[in-house]
């Protein structure tokens, strides 16, 4: 299993960005993926989870600000981030739990300024 992201980048507070994971390998859509996110000094803290066609699960702390969807067709799934604070400023890593295994994107840094 192989995650790729993209999306991350630099943007003002209050703006917004929208990452994306693509797998590949031996998956199915209802495998559980999702974001989780690093900042600089703290502990990787969950975002968001999307399984099959379950209603997805967003952090308190993003509820109301980030979107977590999924093309299963095309095993790729995005955050959509709006409303970003400064808080957010974090590495945002893809997500994969696949026969009992976590797999992890290489991950893609986001930024905010004022």
């Known amino acids: 299993v192989q995650l790729v992201e993209s999306g991350g980048g630099l943007v003002q507070a209050g703006g917004s960005l929208r990452l994306s994971c693509s797998a590949s390998g031996d998956i199915r859509s209802t495998n559980t993926m999702g974001w989780y996110r690093q900042a600089p000094g703290k502990q990787r803290e969950l975002v968001a989870t999307?399984?099959?066609?379950?209603?997805?699960f967003v952090a308190d702390v993003v509820k109301g600000r980030f979107t977590i969807s999924r093309d299963g067709a095309e095993n790729t799934i995005f955050l959509q981030m709006n409303s970003l604070k400064l808080e957010d400023a974090a590495v945002y890593y893809c997500?994969?739990?696949?026969?009992?295994?976590?797999?992890w994107g290489q991950g893609t840094q986001v930024t905010v300024s004022w």
């Open positions: 997500w994969m739990y696949h026969h009992y295994i976590d797999f």
């Open positions: 999307v399984t099959g066609g379950d209603s997805p």
